[in-house]
């Protein structure tokens, strides 16, 4: 008998008894349950897991519900979980802290949640969860990569969801200015744009290039598309230096500089318009300057008589094309006289200032060391000064 009453105290029966006991108490004493902390708005990403944090001190024989307030839905009392929502759970510590969790928040979870204790009158405390969605690109709303010809226009048109709505920038790739033409200001250059679209009006080649549409609301990642826009126009070929020359027997590099768009199809020819290949005495390059641009390059080896003349370089795509004129000549290297050795060089003007040095000048070389004689000089004699009329003075 005494085990069955032990049982019977252990049973969800003792426990009832137990909090009307305590609930009396409670009353008795005038102590009504109390929130201690004020229930804490949450923002989440959408994914994620959220709880709400319930305080009750002094609860006694009352219960906690979790209320969603906006549509007076109970999710939960005590301890069991009312709504069929899988994801919802409460849990309990034993003391006095009640906590509502969601898992995996939806955006449907969004809205205000109510934490209450059943007295009279009623107690609540009610807290927003906020569910933020990272920015998402709406691919069939979005620009593709796309060709407009050169002075024509480009709308660029980028969308993207989420939550806080999402704001869209540009940028260029490569960091070059955005230009809008039209506009009150007039023509305008900017390193960034804000807004959904992007109008280009009379597009040139320096406008060609990658374009980032970029959205960002504060929650992370931001996401970006890269947008490709292509300006089509007919070759253009400039040529540096149209007269080039070169001595035979030594190599020259012609140049020409190519801008095309789409790329275009370059070469070589003589003047005659005999196409040039690389061999053993030509040689080809190509140097990329830019997205449009290129740098023609010829290398003649060993130029001889043959090799002088005309040449053109060449350049076709499918709107048209162009070419540039070089024309290759004899440059003759100057001629130097080779010096020979073991024979006296005569020197006309140093010859002619001996000749008129002073007799002077001799006798004070003459004093110093033995008379040199023309026999031993190698050089003729000096011719001696005219004879005064009158003596020299002292």
């Given amino acids: ?228 826009l292509h300006v089509h126009f007919h070759p253009l070929v400039q040529v540096p230096n149209q007269l080039v020359g070169a001595p035979t027997g030594t190599d020259v590099t012609l140049q020409c500089h190519v801008e095309a768009s789409p790329k275009a199809i370059n070469y070589w020819t003589r003047e005659n318009g005999e196409m040039i290949i690389s061999n053993d005495k030509y040689q080809m390059g190509e140097i990329n300057s830019s997205a449009y641009s290129v740098q023609m390059r010829l290398l003649v080896r060993s130029i001889q008589s043959n090799d002088l003349g005309g040449y053109k370089c060449i350049s076709k795509n499918s709107i048209g094309d162009a070419e540039g004129n070089i024309r290759l000549y004899e440059v003759e290297l100057p001629n130097r006289k080779p010096k020979v050795e073991g024979r006296a060089q005569f020197h006309p003007q140093r010859d002619q200032r001996r000749a008129l040095q002073p007799a002077g000048g001799l006798y004070a070389r003459a004093a110093r060391g033995r008379p040199r004689t023309p026999a031993s000089s190698g050089e003729p004699p000096p011719t001696p000064p005219p004879a005064s009329p009158h003596p020299p003075c002292f």
């Fill in 1 to 228: 008998m005494a085990g069955g009453v032990r049982a019977a105290c252990g049973g969800p029966l003792a426990r009832l008894l137990i909090l009307a006991v305590l609930h009396v108490n409670f009353v008795a004493l005038g102590l009504e349950p109390d929130f201690l902390f004020p229930l804490e708005n949450v923002t989440i990403a959408q994914g994620r897991d959220a709880m709400f944090t319930c305080v009750v001190n002094n609860l006694g024989g009352y219960r906690v519900a979790w209320i969603k307030a906006d549509t007076k839905a109970i999710l939960a009392i005590h301890e069991h979980v009312i709504t069929n929502n899988a994801r919802l759970s409460v849990t309990h510590n034993d003391y006095n802290t009640w906590t509502l969790n969601i898992r995996g928040v939806k955006r449907e979870d969004r809205g205000q949640y109510m934490c209450q204790v059943n007295t009279d009158p009623m107690k609540m405390q009610t807290a927003f969860l906020e569910v933020v969605i990272p920015p998402d690109i709406v691919y069939e709303e979005t620009s593709g990569d796309m060709m407009v010809p050169e002075g024509g226009s480009a709308k660029l048109v980028c969308k993207a969801r989420g939550f806080p709505p999402p704001k869209i920038l540009w940028r260029r790739e490569d960091g070059g200015d955005i230009i809008s033409r039209g506009g009150p200001q007039g023509k305008t250059k900017v390193l960034s744009l804000e807004g959904e679209v992007v109008n280009l009006t009379k597009v040139t080649r320096s406008e060609m290039g990658a374009y980032l549409c970029i959205a960002a609301n504060g929650v992370p990642p931001s996401v970006s598309k890269r947008i490709m």
